[in-house]
């Protein structure tokens, strides 16, 4: 090397290596001594310097690369980073940047200059590391996740298998909607702690989602994973100490186990979540684990959500209508209006169809306000055309969504006052269920309602786990007896008694009752006795449409006498 050259060589921060190819070190500057901590005079002379000073994960990549410098085309320049390992033991990164060059006298060389940039690595790691944590929970995060279940993935080919279970905590917008969000935080952080204790290496645990949770388990059992969940599930529900709150949670969980070829990261998350729906839908605090028939069912539901918006653009709902009767007389007292959907393609469906998936969405509030404006357009038409029907009323079923809109007594109130519909003849129907999921907010907007003169129905009466006293801070004109009480009432003198009861303590409170699901003579019989006033049930109608309802309303007409 030509002095001048040997001078910037010398003086460099780098480590300056040169090379015969046969891969003899022929000049080694002095800077290999603070990057390796050996001198100069350890490499001079030596063969293969670098791929013995390579980190045994570097050391395949490190001989690859010089090969190609040497087979390649002169003044080629290539760049490769690495770890070596330095006297101490301990590695360090470097960058090497190298070429062949010609001297004056024709031989070619290597030159390769190494550059320390372990520092520059280490802060990348922990950038690597920090975009990979969620910050709140200090556990991995969703990306992290997405990474991990493609390198499981590519791993299962060579054999084993593992399983993913998505868990969720039940209802923590509750707990942001009482308490505050930074209470839901705290709640997130706790459980996160509570799931992380429970996982052991090679297991691992990451939050996906503002309340979720995935946990990756690795050739363990259908029932070890199983286990692992319903343990999770206890030590969730003990109750939590927030800033002098106890807050009490469940949590629910879909499970899945990779075992499709050609599988990806993000359709194993949406089956456990799929299965993880089907849970939640049976109760809180429950588990499932995924089969193929979920992700079909789950395919028709979301089909059905997205053609819901465009049913009710092109009037593909319509209403029936089920008479209510005075079981006395089988004069027609009340109408209950029940929804149907004439589908493009699938036809006539039923309610239970497609109501859950409005339900679980917020499409059920235009639907449901649809519902109410057609039931009470068609009731101001029938009373023009029978005023004798003075006492008729009009039942309109409403969901848990709809009554949890801040604005449902402005929705009611203006579709009576664009209707033309009497307050006094429209009637409310909601759920025990529904009733009783937050009784202080259901209250609250019932009588706000009831001011309006609108009437108030509990459907379903004693499915629930409710009883008539705790109902009476609603401000309730009707309880309607649940059918599965009357179409057992003339075989069982249990459901009798059950039935007796409601009706008296109905009446103690001044309550009307309807009898819901009556089809035989023989429960129509035994109602009277028990002074049930009115009833509903395919002895008396189905649920038909307005004009078939006419028809209906007609025959209950006295004969004109001459």
């Known amino acids: 090397m030509p002095p001048f050259y040997e001078l910037i060589a010398e003086t460099s921060h780098h480590w300056e290596l040169l090379e015969d190819l046969s891969g003899r070190t022929e000049y080694c500057s002095p800077s290999c ?3 390796t901590g050996f001198g100069p005079d350890h490499f001079l002379g030596q063969t293969d310097v670098l791929p013995r000073l390579a980190h045994a994960t570097s050391r395949h990549e490190m001989e690859a690369f010089l090969a190609g410098l040497r087979n390649g085309p002169l003044n080629e320049h290539r760049c490769l980073e690495l770890r070596i390992v330095v006297e101490d033991g301990l590695s360090r990164w470097v960058v090497c940047h190298a070429r062949r060059v010609a001297s004056a006298e024709g031989p070619s060389f290597l030159r390769a200059t190494l550059r320390d940039i372990s520092r520059r690595k280490a802060l990348d790691l922990e950038l690597s590391s920090s975009r990979l944590k969620d910050p709140i929970t200090g556990l991995y995060n969703r990306a992290w996740c997405m990474e991990h279940l493609e390198r499981q993935l ?3 080919h060579n054999g084993g298998h593992f399983t993913v279970a998505v868990v969720d905590i039940d209802r923590l917008k509750k707990v942001n909607d009482t308490l505050g969000p930074a209470y839901g935080d705290d709640i997130i952080r706790m459980a996160a702690e509570r799931i992380a204790s429970t996982i052991v290496q090679p297991d691992s645990a990451a939050r996906i989602s503002g309340d979720g949770f995935a946990l990756i388990f690795q050739n363990k059992s259908p ?5 692992h969940i319903k343990h999770i599930q206890t030590i969730m529900s003990a109750p939590f100490a927030l800033r002098g709150h106890e807050v009490t949670i469940t949590a629910s969980a879909g499970i899945v186990t990779s075992h499709m070829p050609g599988e990806k990261p993000e359709e194993l998350l949406r089956n456990a979540n799929i299965a993880l729906r089907r849970a939640k839908a049976n109760h809180h ?17 979301m089909e059905i959500e997205i053609d819901l918006t465009s049913g009710l653009r092109h009037g593909e709902f319509f209403l029936v209508y089920q008479p209510i009767v005075c079981l006395e007389t089988k004069r027609l007292t009340s109408l209950e209006a029940l929804l149907r959907w004439k589908h493009p393609r699938h036809g006539l469906m039923q309610p239970d169809e497609f109501l859950p998936v409005a339900e679980a969405t917020d499409f059920i509030v235009p639907l449901g306000e649809w519902v109410l404006r057609q039931a009470c357009t068609d009731m101001v038409a029938l009373l023009a055309e029978h005023p004798e029907l003075d006492k008729l009323s009009m039942s309109v079923n409403i969901s848990a969504r709809q009554l949890a809109q801040h604005d449902i007594s402005e929705t009611v109130a203006v579709v009576l006052r664009e209707t033309g ?3 006094t003849r429209l009637k409310l129907e909601i759920t025990e269920t529904v009733a009783m999921e937050d009784p202080a907010l259901t209250a609250q907007r019932l009588h706000i309602i009831r001011a309006l003169g609108v009437r108030i129905s509990i459907d379903d009466f004693g499915t629930g786990y409710s009883s008539l ?3 009476q801070n609603f401000p309730i004109d009707t309880i309607k007896v649940d059918k599965s009480f009357v179409g057992r009432m003339d075989s069982s003198a249990g459901q009798r008694k059950i039935v007796r009861s409601v009706i008296s303590l109905a009446h103690s409170l001044n309550l009307d009752v309807v009898a819901e699901g009556i089809e035989l003579r023989e429960q129509w019989a035994m109602l009277k006795v028990l002074d049930c006033q009115n009833g509903q049930g395919f002895l008396f109608s189905h649920p038909v449409e307005v004009d078939v309802l006419r028809a209906f309303i007609d025959k ?3 004969p004109v006498r001459p």
Not at 223 to 227: A, F, P
Not at 285 to 294: D, E, G, I, L, P
């Open 33 to 35: 001594l603070a990057l």
């Open 223 to 227: 029932r070890e994973v199983i286990k």
């Open 556 to 558: 209950q007409k006295p």
């Open 285 to 301: 605090h429950r588990y499932k684990v995924f089969h193929t028939r979920m992700f079909e069912e789950s395919s028709r539901l």
């Open 154 to 156: 590519e791993r299962k």
């Open 469 to 471: 006293s705790s109902l």
């Open 421 to 423: 519909m009497d307050a």
